[in-house]
């Protein structure tokens, strides 16, 4: 991240969260590649505070996967133009793979993914992120948007093991004693 002063892209992006009554809690993760876990994830909203979060520092733009639906014309350029990458939920390991080796192509690229999967309440979070942390030897973050406190930050690093779904269910267990609450708050279900 550049010690200049900010874009003004940049400067409006902080601006505007601000004025949507938000804290940031630090800045984007330091390294140049990594994976952010978003939680929870009960709202488009969330996706809109992610990406206004990011871009205030403006440093590497956090990308996101997004199901291929909301790719039409016009709203799929500008989701595009927002860090958006379209993904076939119909095929999980193509979708990885593609991910995986778009990540590998150099330079920054910071994944942001919604363990749950969807906006849905879901019990068990989906393993997905673990793959493609492992196969690019990427970090991972615990990045949050807490609607209760409305406060969004990139987390803290957390160590995966060789276990994807140990390593998911402790950190479910990290985020509940977090008490966040989501936009939904139905959506976002604790044990």
Same mark, same amino acid.
């Given at each position: 991240?550049?010690?200049e002063?900010?874009?003004?892209?940049?400067?409006f992006?902080?601006?505007?969260?601000?004025?949507?009554?938000?804290?940031?809690?630090?800045?984007?993760?330091?390294?140049?590649?990594?994976?952010?876990?978003?939680?929870?994830?009960?709202?488009?909203?969330?996706?809109?505070?992610?990406?206004?979060?990011?871009r205030?520092?403006?440093?590497?733009?956090?990308?996101v996967?997004?199901?291929?639906?909301?790719?039409?014309?016009?709203?799929?350029?500008?989701?595009?133009?927002?860090?958006?990458?379209?993904?076939?939920?119909?095929?999980?390991?193509?979708?990885?793979?593609s991910?995986?080796?778009?990540m590998?192509?150099?330079?920054?690229?910071?994944? #942001?993914?919604?363990?749950? %999967?969807?906006?849905?309440?879901?019990?068990?979070? +989906?393993?997905?992120?673990?793959?493609? /942390? =492992? &196969?690019?030897?990427?970090?991972?973050?615990? #990045?949050?948007?807490?609607? %209760?406190?409305?406060?969004?930050?990139?987390?803290? +690093?957390?160590?995966?093991?060789?276990? /994807? =779904? &140990?390593?998911?269910?402790?950190?479910?267990?990290?985020y509940?004693?977090?008490?966040?609450?989501?936009k939904?708050?139905?959506?976002?279900?604790?044990?």
């Open positions: 991240m550049s010690m002063k900010p874009c003004l892209w940049a400067r992006c902080g601006w505007l969260l601000k004025r949507m009554g938000w804290t940031s809690d630090g800045g984007p993760a330091p390294e140049e590649r990594c994976i952010l876990l978003g939680v929870p994830h009960t709202s488009i909203w969330d996706f809109i505070v992610s990406y206004l979060f990011y205030q520092f403006d440093g590497p733009r956090a990308r996967m997004i199901k291929k639906e909301f790719f039409f014309w016009p709203l799929g350029g500008i989701i595009r133009k927002m860090g958006g990458i379209p993904t076939d939920r119909s095929n999980p390991t193509s979708m990885i793979k991910v995986i080796d778009e590998e192509n150099g330079g920054a690229f910071h994944l #942001a993914i919604a363990l749950e %999967g969807s906006r849905k309440p879901v019990k068990r979070w +989906k393993t997905g992120y673990h793959l493609i /942390a =492992r &196969a690019t030897n990427v970090p991972v973050y615990m #990045a949050y948007f807490d609607w %209760g406190t409305k406060h969004v930050g990139a987390g803290k +690093k957390i160590e995966l093991t060789d276990d /994807a =779904r &140990a390593d998911t269910d402790r950190i479910q267990a990290l509940e004693e977090m008490h966040l609450v989501g939904q708050p139905e959506g976002y279900i604790t044990h």
